[in-house]
């Protein structure tokens, strides 16, 4: 199978990975990635797999099937169009927002996959398979991993803890602007070693401002590698906002905390006040109501933890590629033709 990989923006990158790591594990597959320039001006694949930023390559590979964690994808490409989606966050607008690019949306657990059925029986041209989220494959195989670097910064720092702040880029739903203060509070009281992981959009004076706060204190540290999993493996609390890395922290079982959060009903601990973030961090670790609630969670977000995610997506694309063969391009109507080409350019 000609598998193309397609990453539009930064993120994407360790969700689509592990798709690379079972074609490789099952062997006799062709995979491309198409990274958009404009967004992955510096790919940090670049001498470990083939790739291209060449919208036209991408074409001309011809590909079976294109595994996408955004919202578009251009509809003259061929193949089974799959979206794996880029986060878990339901609260936002657009999780369920049928944008009629792809022929299969792959969902990660149980709550999800009803609200697509029940959009498939409405829109009747995609179908839903059920196959947990791919960055849950990377997490089954490295889990473990960074225990003794954890170990390491906790000793050397002389922290107890370890805190990752974690914000979503959105000046609307952002929490950078509001909770500094309080976070300086929080590591100057507590015995925590504080992990800052900006989202790769955050503008840019924000990654300033907290780097410079990281410059000042010893017990800081701002990470700039472009994956947050590993940091979610070593904390033992996040603290964010209306970020979609809440809810992979919340299926380690570990606890959250977030500022404003835009959720109606959150399934971990918000506060309206910067001011009530030690009282919380305080609360968080013992509160069995929390921890019933992340529970809750798991067994509905993505219960799969049996690192098989990308094989059950490859799975189900050859089965779709049996019942119906390999589509040329995705039918559109003109508008999303037109959003297509503006956002990836025209092919010959």
Request: charged share 30%; proline share 4%.
């Amino acid at each position: 199978m000609k598998i193309l990989l397609f990453c539009e923006n930064k993120y994407a990158v360790d969700i689509v990975r592990p798709l690379q790591d079972e074609a490789d594990r099952q062997g006799g597959h062709e995979v491309l990635w198409y990274v958009h320039k404009k967004k992955i001006p510096e790919f940090p694949l670049r001498n470990e797999v083939r790739w291209t930023n060449s919208i036209q390559e991408a074409y001309d590979f011809h590909p079976d099937a294109v595994f996408a964690p955004g919202n578009i994808v251009p509809y003259y490409l061929s193949g089974v169009k799959c979206s794996i989606f880029h986060g878990y966050a339901a609260e936002k607008r657009d999780q369920f927002r049928i944008r009629n690019y792809y022929d299969m949306y792959m969902t990660q657990g149980p709550y999800f996959t009803q609200e697509f059925l029940k959009l498939q029986e409405t829109y009747k041209d995609f179908e839903v398979v059920e196959t947990g989220w791919t960055r849950q494959d990377w997490i089954a195989r490295h889990r473990h991993d960074f225990e003794e670097e954890r170990k390491a910064l906790l000793w050397n720092n002389g922290c107890d803890k370890m805190v990752l702040y974690a914000p979503t880029f959105s000046p609307k739903l952002s929490s950078l602007p509001k909770i500094k203060d309080d976070l300086i509070r929080l590591l100057t009281k507590k015995d925590i070693l504080l992990l800052i992981k900006l989202h790769p959009l955050t503008q840019k004076a924000w990654v300033n401002e907290y780097k410079q706060l990281a410059e000042n204190y010893s017990n800081v540290i701002f990470e700039d590698d472009f994956a947050v999993t590993k940091y979610m493996l070593m904390a033992d609390v996040m603290i964010s906002d209306t970020s979609s890395t809440i809810y992979e922290m919340l299926l380690l079982d570990k606890p959250v905390i977030t500022l404003d959060t835009v959720s109606q009903d959150p399934y971990w601990k918000n506060i309206n006040d910067a001011s009530q973030l030690i009282s919380a961090y305080d609360e968080v670790f013992n509160n069995k109501e929390l921890t019933e609630k992340r529970q809750w969670i798991i067994s509905n977000y993505d219960p799969y933890t049996d690192g098989r995610c990308a094989e059950r997506m490859l799975t189900a694309v050859s089965e779709y590629i049996k019942r119906h063969g390999v589509p040329e391009k995705r039918k559109l109507n003109l508008w999303r033709k037109y959003v297509s080409i503006k956002t990836f350019g025209r092919v010959k």
